[in-house]
Every structure is written in C-alpha cells, then in structure tokens.
C-alpha cells in the first residue's frame, strides 16, 4: 500500500493515543475502589452516589491472577491456624464459599464428591469460608462436610482477594496443580462437567504431559465448549 | 481524500485487534458471559440517595440478572446528631431457594425510606450507612456491602438528580486530552516528515 496512506495511519493512531493518555491521565478517569467488606467490616469511605457513576456493563472488575499460589494462614474448624502450605505437593481445589451465598451452599455436595472421588489421586479439597465462625461451623457441622475448611472475616477476605480478583464474589474455585502453580480460577457456581473437565487437564499438567499455559488454554476453550449456547 | 479512508481503515483494524487482545484476560475469553463474567459490584448495584422534608430515600439500581435480598438492607445514621428510624421497603418478590429457603428478592430496582431528626441543626453534613447483599442469576454472590452515603436535598441547588445518567470528565480535562492528541498528531506528523526530500531536478 502507499507510504503516505502508513504516515496518515500512522498520525491517526498517534492521534487516537494522545487522547487516550490524556484521558487516562484524568483524575477521575481511575473508579473509586469498591465499598466491599465482609462480613461486617468497615465503610467504605463516603461517596455521594453510585448513581452519577458512568454505566459500562462491558467492563469486567479487573483480575490479574498470581502464577504461585499465595501464602495465607487461617484458622481451622478446630480454630487452630493453618497454613495453605500444609497440603504442599498436592493438587489443590480452594473453594472460596460463605453460608449466606445460595450457590456456596448448592456447590458443597458437588466438592464432596470431588473430595471422595479425586482425593486418592493426590488431589485435595480445601474450603475457605469468608464468614462468621459460628455459622460456618453449625452448617458445616450439619453437613458433616469432610473436607478441611478454613474459617475467617477479614483475613479470609484478604486470603481471596489474594488471588487477583479486585472485588471478591463468592463463590470461586482456584485449581493449582501439584507444584502450587494455579492453572486456573473459576469464578461463580461450579458444575460437574466443568469440575471433570478442569481436573482432568489439571492432572495432565501433574504428569508432565502438557505445559501450563497449554493447559489454561485447554481449560478456556473447554469451559467455552460446555457453556450453553447463549442462542438455543 | 482516498488515502485518508485507507488509513482510517488501517487505524481502525489496528484498534479492533488491540481491543480484542486487551478486551478480557484468557481465563475469562473461556467461557461466555453468563459462565465467569460478573459486573463490578458497584455497578451490578447502585445506589443514590436524598432527602425529602424528615424522610431519607435511599434508592439502588440493580442490574438485569442481579437481585438483593430485602432482609440484608440497612440505613444507618453515620453523622453525628442524626437519627434514623427503622427503614421501610416496599414488598419484593418470593424467590424459592431449596438451599436457603424462601428470601423476599428485589430486581430492577428498589427505594428505601426511613424518617430521620437532626439535632445539630445542619452543622455537620448529614451522613448515612447503608448496607445491602445481592447475587447474580448466573450463580454467584457478592458479599455485603457497606457504603458511607451524602443525601442532598431534593430539588435544591445541591439536589441530586436519582437517575441514571453519565458524568463524563469535567470539560478542562476534555479539552487537555483533546490537545494532548492534537500535538501528538501534529509531532508524528512533524516526524514522519523528517527525512523527505523535494524532488530535485536533474
């Protein structure tokens, strides 16, 4: 193509650019950080309305997901604290939850049948509840749920938030494999075909057969394959 | 004037390329929207307030596919010298959930209200709490969220207008942007001119 048709794209672009930097460079280009706290945290700082914030449905929150699992240390149902680093060398499923989260609650018989069906393959399921000990105990007692759960407000708060996810919704599973690299994190209610899928490649990825970022992308186009058809 | 469309063109398959690859981290390209997507909770629900002779109206705006629960609302007085009576909310709608049981759900939206008396006679700006919890259809929850409200005066000068509309940048900003790209224009344009020679005559 003629050179003078690059120079004039090429002065668009710079155009293009000039105005993006500046209104990146505009004080209240940049959102407050949200309000969230949980469970009875503090305010958030005061802000006059939500309401006079832009709509922009398209942006997802920002989520930058660490390589290697995070350290944090919990307390445990026995309130003892424990540290993720206690299941080292295996294959871990965190699933973030809390009890006042409906599809928390609807996903628990689903991580038990993982608990009992993956666990002999060095695979270990870990509940983290970001909620009020005392209720976390009287479900999971009730449950009789029998994988290991860790408990905390605050701290469990910041366990998640540890994970790259800005504003923390419940539930998320992170998958690492056995090294503790996290091959990926899903956010929202987890279903069984989604699970089998996720291990199966986590588990490919355990033997050695394919490298990590061929496995995330395995996992991406297969969640985009099991997902219903937003036209049917 | 066919150049300029050509590098229109190119420029706008340049963006579109940029756009796509920055658009959504891998992890969430995977699936569609209704699978791992999820707004920011402060636009999946928000809120605006303001104040109507003794009574304070809170209002959220929820997004489609979002609902909060009646039973996790609160309006709290957060200045000091203000008090606020037990907010009311109008009736919602039954949501039968196996795992939690019947909960009264809003969606759309919903406005609260709760008297209030001041004591200071306006010498501190009046503050209020709120708090409220809400999910997604798609399967997720937020966690409950407490935020630090101003409700201004209907109608005043400061009144608050409860509706959705955009605040764009204020327009010095806008006209320092815009200058921003018109010099980077004009440098590039300066640049890409360096080096060009005028045919000479043999």
Known sequence: MHSRTWRVAAALLALVVGVWVGLRLHPHAAPPASGVRVPAGEASPPVPSDLDKPWDPDVPPRVSIPEKLPEFSLADRAGKPTPISTWQGKSLIINFWA???????????????????????????VGVAVDYRDKVLAYANDLKIPYPILIGEQDALDAATAFGVESPVFPFTVFTDRRGQIVTLFVGELHKPQADLILSIVQNVNEDRIPLATARHNIADGLHALAPNPSS | M?????????????LGVVGLAAAKPWWLRGATSNDTDFLPPDVAFRVGSRVDGNVVRVRWVIADGYYLYRKR??????????????????????????????QEIYTQQVVGTAEFKRSDFGAHPMQIKVTYQGCAEAGLCYPPITKVLFPQNAGGPTG????????????????????SGAAAFLLAGLMLR???RLPTPN
Do not use: M
């Open chain 1, 99 to 125: 009890t006042w989260c409906a599809p928390c609650r609807r996903e628990i018989p689903l991580l038990e049948s993982l608990s009992r069906d993956w666990g002999t393959r060095n695979v270990q399921v």
């Open chain 2, 194 to 196: 360096k080096g060009r």
């Open chain 2, 160 to 179: 608050q207008v409860l509706g959705p509309h955009t605040a764009g940048p204020p327009p010095t900003w806008l006209t320092a942007a815009l200058l």
């Open chain 2, 73 to 102: 609302f609160s309006i709290a007085a957060e200045s000091p010298d203000l008090t606020v009576g037990e907010p009311a909310f109008p009736p919602g709608t039954l949501k039968t959930d196996p795992y939690l049981g019947e």
């Open chain 2, 2 to 14: 066919n150049v300029l469309i050509r590098a229109s063109f190119i420029l706008a398959a340049t």
